[in-house]
């Protein structure tokens, strides 16, 4: 597979993510569902965001990690959070580590929702390719 | 095409999607639009979020099957809804059997939103492959 | 790549949208981040939803044009926006004129949430195709 980012603005160097990614000769896809901070037995967690998104980011990890594919394929990667404020002001020291940790280059839609499952408050959802 | 499912929790078997699909040797990828209970005229259901989602799944699988693709193929369904607890209080008596109806194994993420057009409720977004 | 695009129903030429989008012999995918009124040095507008959208626009065009690209292969376009009634009400005579001069013939879903980052109002997420 070949992929290949799109930055055309010089801010685009401040955000956590590219602009556009562009991949040719694809020879797998894989579609995940919203990860969110789910414990070992299913249990969604009450914590606050910041620790929701600490096991959110460990599940993601484990699940592209057991399909065989590598985070730093991620070429889409939708945050979906109840406070986007909260986001910034407390998940970007957990978030952005996670991103230079796998050399992670991905297009990225934030949005704000009314509600996630539960006490949920953050969730990430990826497509991977290989 | 190839289809390979992924899901390494045991809790994964108690949800009503897996947590990964992985997609090989495509020929063909469907978009869709994101279906809602438009009845045959165009004119959005005002009607509660149970009757709408069975008007919703009877339109999906008219799009999918017209577009000579099979609901069994669907990788990614998102459930767009304004209360998720309305949905899980009233709607998985449909929505379930739907999914096992067509054997579907999907990747999902389901989202409260703030609205969504007129007084609809409910929305399913589908990406399905041959 | 070969499109072909798919609407059951009448109600459907109504729309700024088809109901599917088929492709396949697809050589190349661009994924492109949620595109916002972001100005030339990345600060986000706080004008109208309308002026917003504009600027929106202008950033989605250059980025896919920048991405060797072309508009008229967006496959799937999903608008989120603050206020589905604004968008509706103060944005078409905007939305509809780009989607008929690039001829673009595309997948929408619409989603009104909780909010955007800053002042945001409206976005517009794409995935192209060659």
């Known amino acids: 597979m070949e992929k290949h980012t799109v930055d055309p603005w010089a801010w685009g160097k401040n955000t956590n993510s590219v602009q556009a990614v562009e991949v040719k000769n694809v020879t797998g896809t894989l579609y995940c569902s919203?990860?969110?901070?789910?414990?070992?037995?299913?249990?969604?967690s009450e914590a606050d965001m910041r620790s929701q998104l600490l096991q959110?980011?460990?599940?993601?990890?484990?699940?592209?990690?057991?399909?065989?594919?590598?985070?730093k394929n991620i070429v889409r990667l939708n945050v979906?959070?109840?406070?986007?404020?909260?986001?910034?002001?407390?998940?970007?020291?957990?978030?952005?580590?996670?991103?230079?940790?796998?050399?992670?280059?991905?297009?990225?839609?934030?949005?704000e929702v009314k509600g996630l499952f539960a006490a949920l408050t953050v969730e990430l959802e990826a497509t991977v390719v290989k």
């Open 34 to 44: 919203g990860q969110v901070a789910l414990d070992a037995n299913g249990i969604p």
């Open 56 to 71: 959110t980011i460990a599940n993601l990890e484990h699940l592209i990690s057991e399909s065989g594919y590598d985070c």
């Open 80 to 111: 979906y959070t109840t406070s986007t404020q909260e986001f910034f002001m407390t998940c970007l020291d957990v978030y952005v580590p996670f991103l230079q940790k796998h050399s992670i280059q991905q297009a990225t839609t934030l949005l």
